[in-house]
């Protein structure tokens, strides 16, 4: 059983940066890959950004790529979403996932993947 706990999510203006954490409890952090999803008002959640179990492998949508990075210390159980030039299209509730059976290698950005989620932190960008 893993345990998901979200955070650093708020109002910002366009332009500027938040860091998102997501905390997980269990043991089995360092064998999970992870993922942050997001779903806006009236749309389907979408994933952003996913990590392998190492961190040395990650993977972004199109949409974040160059202004989001993902990166995760496995000695904290934790992974983080740093957003940089946000935009007010990145308004949504930002969800962090685990899959504790992917392989080593694997960044899944699909969300069927994922076994545990949290429970989402509200990020709003301002135009």
């Known amino acids: 059983q893993v345990q998901l706990v979200e955070s650093g999510g708020g109002l910002v203006q366009a332009g500027g940066s938040l860091r998102l954490s997501c905390a997980a409890s269990g043991r089995t952090f360092s064998r999970a890959a992870m993922g942050w999803f997001r779903q806006a008002p009236g749309k389907e959640r979408e994933a952003v950004a996913a990590?392998?179990?190492?961190?040395?492998?990650?993977h972004y949508a199109d949409s974040v790529q160059g202004r989001f990075t993902i990166s995760r210390d496995n000695a904290k159980s934790t992974v983080y979403l740093q957003m940089n030039s946000l935009k007010p299209e990145d308004t949504a509730v930002y969800y962090c996932?685990?899959?504790?059976?992917?392989?080593?290698?694997?960044?899944?950005?699909?969300?069927?993947?994922?076994?545990?989620w949290g429970q989402g932190t509200q990020v709003t960008v301002s135009s």
């Open positions: 996932a685990a899959d504790p059976s992917a392989i080593l290698t694997s960044t899944p950005m699909t969300q069927s993947q994922y076994d545990y």
């Open positions: 990590i392998n179990r190492n961190g040395r492998t990650t």
